[in-house]
């Protein structure tokens, strides 16, 4: 009895839900003129360490693209900060907090407009221990990981726009 019931309201619900408008945004696959605009994003050389790690996290998610086909650019400027904190009463530090920020910009290669402008960010606490290798580590760790969520973020925002723009032609 409960079973059906069950059954029942699900199944009452159902258009409802079906109702509301929501839409996959990657519907339709590999074919989705959302990752096909992906697929068409070339990503700019961003200085510096930070930089090389977060132009390969966002080349492994968006594809690389040649300049040549490339119908955006994505231009990324990041600030990548250390900062100590928790000190104990010889002054050292305890803690330290890393935060990667990310300036981006999308321009259309054809006419050099922007056609997006946004940031994105993260940020991580990381213990300082005894070993100074250890923490060298631990920091380099977080870089990877603070990389990894700010790449996802920029290309949802990425994913969003495209969907917004194909919608609209």
Same mark, same amino acid.
């Given at each position: 009895?409960?079973?059906?019931?069950?059954? #029942?309201?699900?199944?009452?619900?159902? !258009?409802?839900? /079906?109702?509301?408008?929501?839409? !996959?945004?990657?519907?339709?696959?590999?074919?989705?003129?959302?990752?096909?605009? +992906?697929? /068409?994003?070339?990503?700019? !050389?961003?200085?510096?360490?930070?930089?090389?790690?977060?132009?390969?996290?966002?080349?492994?998610?968006?594809?690389?693209?040649?300049?040549? /086909?490339?119908?955006?650019?994505?231009?990324?400027?990041?600030? %990548?900060?250390?900062?100590?904190?928790? #000190?104990?009463?010889?002054?050292?530090?305890?803690?330290?907090?890393?935060? +990667?920020?990310?300036?981006?910009?999308?321009?259309?290669?054809?006419?050099?407009?922007?056609? +997006?402008?946004?940031?994105?960010? /993260? %940020?991580?606490?990381? %213990?300082?221990?005894?070993?100074?290798?250890?923490?060298?580590?631990?920091?380099?760790?977080?870089?990877?990981? +603070?990389?990894?969520?700010?790449?996802?973020?920029?290309?949802?925002?990425?994913?969003?726009?495209?969907?917004?723009?194909?919608?609209?032609?």
């Amino acid at each position: 009895m409960r079973r059906a019931s069950l059954l #029942l309201a699900l199944a009452a619900g159902l !258009p409802l839900l /079906s109702g509301c408008g929501l839409r !996959p945004l990657y519907a339709g696959g590999e074919g989705s003129p959302v990752v096909q605009t +992906l697929r /068409s994003v070339s990503v700019a !050389p961003i200085a510096g360490q930070s930089g090389w790690i977060m132009r390969n996290k966002l080349i492994t998610r968006l594809g690389e693209v040649g300049a040549s /086909s490339a119908r955006y650019r994505l231009d990324v400027t990041l600030d %990548d900060n250390i900062k100590s904190f928790g #000190l104990r009463s010889d002054r050292a530090a305890t803690q330290e907090r890393r935060s +990667l920020r990310a300036r981006y910009q999308l321009v259309e290669v054809g006419t050099g407009t922007v056609v +997006l402008d946004a940031t994105s960010g /993260s %940020d991580a606490g990381i %213990d300082i221990v005894g070993s100074e290798y250890a923490t060298v580590a631990a920091e380099q760790t977080v870089l990877e990981q +603070l990389s990894d969520q700010v790449a996802d973020q920029i290309v949802a925002r990425l994913a969003l726009y495209a969907a917004r723009t194909t919608k609209a032609r």
